[in-house]
């Protein structure tokens, strides 16, 4: 039940003695001078269902206490269970987006390393978020995720946990839109891009006041406003993927969230235009010892610049691009999008896991 948009072979189980000679491992490089040209989308064939694993049982175990009204409980469960499967990957992996600074996260904390290690471990780079959305997945509203993005060493910016002021779009857009327009020609520029008006056009926008004049600023362009509580990744997804009837993310939300979102970019030739937006002086000095300029936009190649990258999310409850986990007797079903940015292949999967022994399930398209 997964949708490929190219043929791909399956990939062969190696023993994990003789993967370093099936996919060398050397700083994730493309050549060698003792093997010659390397495939560059090895990478990406040996972990991308390692990833929609990964996400897969972290949407499981944070969709088992949705709605409970406790967005701690949410979090530890998606976190948790995200480390347990990382653990066990064939990786060796370093957080540089994650829960929080050391001091300030149990697990999955920035500099932490992850997977088996070794030798023939694939180095690695990990963009992370649990639970997108802690607090919508504790109402049980729609839009929550869990989120990971993989890139070879040096892949992934090192975003400090501050603002970004964001725009995004999908790739028709992509390379016609600027920051330092008004939101009117922005969103002139994106109805011209997709042959119709601005009136047709839906804005995703972070619920949050600080974007008031920006909402009226789109609403009085003509376009309509998609208020939504969290989940800014996921939007950005479907900003670039026809159907969701979602054109456009903008506003101010998280730095981290935004090399999550320019990662899957990457893969799905949309755009995201950043700006660091810090709101205090200590912020401003987190941003300065990331080498981080304020007065700069970054685009997508230079959020997420890896060469090889990976990403996968799996809805916890239902959004415009994703089902949420639905529970049965026994088991759950969950729906995914995975992809890689050299594979050049994007997976719409949806899996039913039959969890406890003797669990049943007829299959239903």
Same mark, same amino acid.
Request: with cysteine; net charge negative.
């Given at each position: 039940?997964? /949708?490929?948009?190219?043929?791909?072979?399956?990939?062969?189980? +190696?023993?994990? /003695?003789?993967?370093?000679?099936?996919?060398?491992?050397? !700083?994730?490089?493309?050549? !060698?001078?003792?093997?010659?040209? +390397?495939?560059?989308?090895?990478?990406?064939?040996?972990?991308?269902?390692?990833? *929609?694993?990964?996400?897969? =049982?972290?949407?499981?175990?944070? !969709?088992?206490?949705?709605?409970?009204?406790?967005?701690? $409980?949410?979090?530890?469960?998606?976190?948790?269970?995200?480390?347990?499967?990382?653990?066990?990957?064939?990786?060796?992996?370093?957080?540089?987006?994650?829960?929080?600074?050391?001091?300030?996260?149990?697990?999955?904390?920035?500099?932490?390393?992850?997977?088996?290690?070794?030798?023939?471990?694939?180095?690695?780079?990990?963009?992370?978020?649990?639970?997108?959305?802690?607090?919508?997945?504790?109402?049980?509203?729609? @839009?929550s995720v869990a989120v990971i993005a993989l890139s070879g060493r040096g892949g992934l910016f090192h975003a400090p946990d501050v603002y970004m002021d964001? $725009?995004?779009?999908?790739?028709?857009?992509?390379?016609?839109?600027?920051?330092?327009?008004?939101?009117?020609?922005?969103? =002139?520029?994106?109805?011209? /891009?997709?042959?119709?008006?601005?009136?047709?056009?839906?804005? *995703?926008?972070?619920?949050?006041?600080?974007?008031?004049?920006?909402?009226?600023?789109?609403?009085?362009? @003509?376009?309509?406003?998609?208020?939504? @509580?969290?989940?800014?990744?996921?939007?950005?997804?479907?900003?670039?993927?026809?159907?969701?009837?979602?054109?456009?993310?903008?506003?101010?939300?998280?730095?981290?969230?935004? +090399?999550?979102?320019?990662?899957?970019?990457?893969?799905?030739?949309?755009?995201?235009?950043?700006?660091?937006?810090?709101?205090?002086?200590?912020?401003?000095?987190?941003?300065?010892?990331? @080498?981080?300029?304020?007065?700069?936009?970054?685009?997508?190649?230079?959020?997420?610049?890896?060469? =090889?990258?990976?990403?996968?999310?799996?809805?916890?409850?239902?959004?415009?691009?994703?089902?949420?986990?639905?529970?049965?007797?026994?088991?759950?079903?969950?729906?995914?999008?995975?992809?890689?940015?050299?594979?050049?292949?994007?997976?719409?999967?949806?899996? *039913?896991?039959?969890? !406890?022994?003797?669990?049943?399930?007829?299959? =239903? +398209?």
């Amino acid at each position: 039940m997964t /949708s490929v948009a190219q043929p791909d072979k399956a990939l062969e189980r +190696v023993p994990r /003695s003789r993967r370093h000679t099936r996919f060398p491992r050397y !700083s994730m490089g493309m050549t !060698s001078p003792a093997l010659g040209t +390397v495939d560059p989308t090895a990478f990406e064939r040996a972990l991308v269902l390692d990833t *929609v694993r990964v996400t897969e =049982q972290a949407a499981i175990a944070a !969709s088992r206490v949705a709605g409970m009204g406790d967005e701690d $409980l949410v979090d530890q469960a998606g976190t948790e269970t995200m480390r347990t499967i990382l653990g066990e990957l064939d990786i060796d992996g370093r957080i540089v987006i994650g829960e929080g600074e050391r001091d300030d996260a149990p697990m999955l904390y920035i500099g932490e390393r992850v997977g088996r290690g070794g030798e023939d471990a694939w180095q690695v780079d990990i963009a992370v978020d649990p639970v997108e959305g802690t607090g919508i997945t504790a109402r049980m509203v729609n @839009g929550s995720v869990a989120v990971i993005a993989l890139s070879g060493r040096g892949g992934l910016f090192h975003a400090p946990d501050v603002y970004m002021d964001k $725009l995004i779009v999908g790739p028709p857009a992509a390379g016609s839109v600027d920051m330092s327009w008004p939101v009117a020609a922005n969103l =002139q520029a994106i109805a011209a /891009s997709l042959n119709r008006a601005v009136r047709d056009l839906t804005i *995703v926008i972070l619920d949050r006041p600080r974007h008031e004049k920006l909402v009226q600023d789109v609403r009085a362009a @003509g376009a309509r406003v998609k208020l939504i @509580g969290d989940g800014d990744v996921i939007a950005a997804l479907s900003a670039a993927v026809r159907g969701t009837n979602v054109h456009a993310v903008m506003g101010t939300g998280g730095a981290p969230e935004g +090399v999550l979102a320019a990662a899957a970019l990457r893969c799905l030739g949309g755009e995201i235009l950043g700006r660091f937006a810090p709101r205090n002086d200590d912020e401003r000095k987190r941003m300065a010892d990331a @080498g981080v300029d304020e007065n700069r936009v970054y685009r997508t190649e230079e959020l997420a610049p890896g060469n =090889q990258i990976v990403f996968s999310a799996t809805g916890i409850t239902d959004g415009d691009l994703l089902k949420g986990v639905k529970f049965f007797g026994g088991g759950a079903r969950t729906h995914t999008i995975a992809m890689g940015l050299q594979s050049r292949v994007i997976r719409l999967s949806d899996a *039913v896991h039959l969890i !406890s022994d003797g669990a049943r399930v007829t299959i =239903q +398209v």
